[in-house]
């Protein structure tokens, strides 16, 4: 099997073991990494094999020494480059989190601490440009005729009714109009909505080209 | 056997239906709701059908009454079939509505209306091929023009079908629904909805409020958000391999104009001056026209009959109260509908109630609140009705308040009436100031004590079309319909009772009681103050009452200038007639009504005393 498959697997089951005190089940494994039991299964034999893992009757694994080593390092990497892919790079968090996924595997031990300690404390290290992190910029901050992605959303009680409008993470929209309050037309998979201030401004979004 | 019909608002779902059952439609309330269904019989090959016009919503899994109303009709199978509406000039929206439909499995046709207007438009829809994706008859109609309507009933009777198309989730997503569906025997669709919070099964809630957390901290979006996201994806995959825009949609500068922060304002308040004038001119040439009509055929002639008097009084009475609900009330109050179905038709409604949007804010509600405040000129009944359109408790309370002191048409008669006519039009557009000031005093007041959250405006603009002359009348019938179906028998009652009261005496008795206080309060004369009492079962029949007490119709005979302006004043602003109070009830509930009569109440006294007493 592939490193990549193997340290998934043991960073799967570091974080499983994380949040409970019993060993994971080979069912809650396979929910978590979305693959089919049987294939985890095959998996899982060959960690055994390899001394990183115990199958325990009852269908649980329990991780060994070695197999926690990697699997935990595997996930602190993980945190770190989605840390900074999202937080410093401004990615949205959902692709981040999936970039992190494929690098995580492939960044050497001296790269991650060194990112981290980037992420620790980022003015000292950036010269010349932008010091602080953009701030996340609101439907409110932005003119008439701009062009905008919706970045994320937050709503005190739900959104339910801009999502059915299609107002979503990723969407793109322009501000046709706003109101000396702050009012606005936005327009959004071809057709024109209305929506007060206080909705707006729960509506984060970023420019685009 | 029944039919529905559902779809977004905006996509000529009511036309069609108008078109298929033509006359003899019944609004009634879907049980356990404040939602209006639309019922219509019709006929084909000898079998009798009923259709059944759902309201316009956008997601079948929203938390709004129509959304939820609409949704509990699909899941209680109370149509057998039903005929979804998209609008081809905005497919992938529309799709996105279908795609949630075709989830619960029933049998459906698909109507794409507006063809000719996405033709117009550049737009070219394939519906063979959308046909073949979602797994049902696709029928490319024209509502406007009867493009293809005829073919819509006979393809929902004999070719609906369960639709194929599927929406695939996220694979967190599918996992939750199989997760879901091992501990309990759930539907895709049952799962699906736990997931969002819809649902109440107690062991299916904690299984979900396990799930959740641990799929939103994986993808740091909600689950609705989600699922929202792969809905929204599929329906644009589907608009994009069966239709073909040739050209960007051209801007249009009318509606840029219309919304602008400069002169949307300003023509905002031009055209609802404009109707406000116009409805009063027209108003009151119609309705001189129809009571002297009345007069001649009905009153004359029934005087002239020799009666016992007690018959009489009351046979007077109910005439007068259809004289005044079909004479006087009429005739403004339908020219005001028709002003407003052309204002909602066009599709200015929506843009107005976003330009108001800053104004309604101070006054606690948000852009929506215009349109009942808007209607309250009219009749406050309908416009109470309309208050339902709003989210949430606070606004609906505050716009009860506000909706009752708009003066309505039945008030704009006793300000013509007496105001207009004995002092000049400067002194009634007076008591419009002060009404509308109260007004607007009122609503800055509530939006700081009432308690509850504002949840702010998110309203689709309406395209702007030119209206079509049948589709604004049948609108303002609908409207005037409520009026007569509602306040006229209120009226009918209240001026019988009034009737027998006066024949008893009633009135000599209570004037002699009140003139004290009405004298050193008001300045008012005893019958006076008995009028405005009576003003309260119909607005209008303060004036009249006034008339018959003081004994004669030259007011400024017995009356003052000033009192004539108070009994005015009084008249418009203190507590709503008893057909508002009526429905303020079955809207708002009991406390809030008592609330609202007795504000009114105390503030039409207030201000007539200081009225009384700046010009005494």
């Given amino acids: ?209 | 056997m029944r039919l529905g019909l559902i779809g977004n608002p905006n996509v000529g779902k009511s036309l069609i239906f108008h078109q298929l059952t033509g006359i003899g439609v019944e609004v009634s309330n879907y049980p356990g709701t404040t939602v209006d269904l639309k019922k219509g019989n019709l006929c084909f090959k000898h079998e009798k059908l009923e259709l059944v016009d759902l309201p316009g919503i956008y997601s079948l899994e929203g938390n709004s009454p129509e959304e939820v109303m609409v949704r509990t009709f699909i899941q209680e199978k109370e149509a057998e079939v039903l005929i979804a509406v998209l609008d081809a000039t905005h497919l992938e929206r529309n799709l996105y509505l279908l795609l949630q439909l075709a989830e619960f499995g029933k049998p459906l046709v698909v109507v794409l209306n507006m063809m000719d207007e996405a033709a117009k438009q550049g737009i070219e829809i394939d519906a063979g091929k959308l046909s073949a994706i979602l797994g049902v008859e696709v029928i490319p109609a024209a509502a406007i023009t009867g493009m293809n309507v005829a073919d819509i009933i006979p393809a929902a009777l004999f070719r609906a079908r369960s639709p194929s198309v599927l929406v695939p989730y996220d694979h967190h997503i599918e996992a939750a629904i199989r997760s879901i569906q091992q501990v309990h025997p759930a539907t895709r669709l049952q799962a699906l909805q736990a997931l969002q919070g819809i649902g109440t099964d107690p062991e299916v809630s904690a299984l979900v409020d396990a799930l959740a957390p641990e799929i939103e901290d994986m993808h740091r979006m909600s689950v609705a958000q989600i699922i929202a996201g792969n809905r929204h994806h599929r329906a644009e995959t589907i608009a994009r391999e069966v239709s073909y825009d040739k050209g960007d949609v051209k801007k249009n500068t009318l509606d840029s104009l219309l919304t602008s922060r400069r002169s949307g304002p300003i023509i905002l308040v031009a055209v609802l001056l404009s109707i406000l004038i116009a409805v009063f001119l027209i108003g009151s040439v119609l309705e001189e026209f129809l009571v002297s009509i009345f007069d001649m055929l009905f009153i004359s002639p029934f005087l002239a009959l020799p009666l016992n008097p007690l018959v009489r009084q009351l046979g007077l009475s109910f005439l007068l109260a259809l004289q005044a609900g079909l004479g006087i009330a009429f005739p403004f109050i339908f020219t005001f509908y028709l002003f407003i179905s052309i204002l909602e038709d066009s599709g200015y409604l929506t843009r107005a109630a976003f330009l108001a949007d800053r104004a309604m804010h101070r006054l606690g509600m948000h852009g929506q609140g215009l349109i009942p405040l808007i209607l309250g000129f009219g009749c406050n009944v309908p416009a109470i009705m309309g208050i339902r359109l709003l989210r949430t408790r606070r606004e609906r309370v505050i716009a009860s308040f506000l909706v009752s002191m708009v003066p309505c048409s039945a008030r704009t008669v006793i300000i013509a009436g007496i105001v207009a006519a004995f002092m000049g039009l400067p002194a009634a557009l007076s008591i419009y100031g002060i009404t509308l000031g109260l007004v607007i005093l009122t609503g800055l007041v509530l939006s700081r004590i009432t308690p509850g959250e504002q949840y702010g405006m998110i309203l689709e603009m309406a395209p702007l079309r030119l209206p079509s002359l049948k589709n604004i009348l049948t609108k303002a019938w609908f409207r005037i319909r409520e009026f007569l179906v509602i306040a006229m028998p209120l009226l009918i009652v209240a001026s019988l009772i009034l009737g027998f009261l006066q024949f008893a005496g009633f009135f000599t008795f209570f004037q002699q009681y009140i003139s004290p206080w009405s004298e050193a309060i008001l300045g008012l004369p005893g019958y006076a103050a008995t009028a405005l009492l009576f003003g309260i079962l119909r607005k209008e029949m303060a004036l009249e009452t006034l008339v018959i007490l003081a004994g004669t119709a030259d007011l400024p005979a017995v009356l003052t200038m000033g009192q004539i302006y108070i009994f005015a004043v009084v008249s418009v602003l203190f507590i709503p007639c008893i057909s508002t109070i009526g429905v303020l009830a079955k809207v708002v509930g009991a406390r809030i009504t008592l609330l609202v009569s007795f504000y009114t109440l105390i503030l039409g006294i207030l201000i007539g005393a200081l009225i009384n007493l700046i010009i005494v």
């Fill in chain 1, 1 to 209: 099997m592939k490193t990549s498959a193997r340290e998934d697997l043991l960073e799967a089951l570091c974080i499983l073991s994380r949040d409970s005190p019993d060993p994971p089940t080979i069912a809650a494994l396979s929910w978590h990494l979305s693959k089919p039991e049987d294939e985890i299964r095959d998996h899982l034999r060959a960690l055994q094999n390899q001394g990183d893992l115990h199958i325990l009757p009852g269908d649980r694994i329990e991780i060994s020494a070695v197999g926690s080593l990697i699997g935990n390092q595997v996930m602190k990497k993980h945190r770190v480059l989605e840390c900074f892919l999202s937080d410093i790079l401004g990615m949205d968090r959902g692709t981040a989190s999936e970039e992190a996924c494929i690098l995580e595997h492939d960044l050497s031990d001296e790269a991650l601490e060194r990112l981290d300690q980037y992420i620790a404390r980022p003015r000292k290290r950036w010269r010349g440009g932008n010091t602080s992190r953009p701030h996340p910029q609101t439907l409110l901050d932005f003119p008439e005729g701009s062009e905008l992605k919706v970045v994320s959303m937050k709503c005190p009680g739900g959104c339910q009714r801009l999502l059915d409008m299609g107002i979503l993470p990723g969407e793109r929209i322009r501000l046709v109009h706003t109101l000396d309050n702050k009012a606005m037309v936005i327009h959004v998979k071809g057709y024109d909505v209305a929506i007060s201030p206080e909705i707006a401004s729960c509506i984060y979004v970023e420019h685009t080209e």
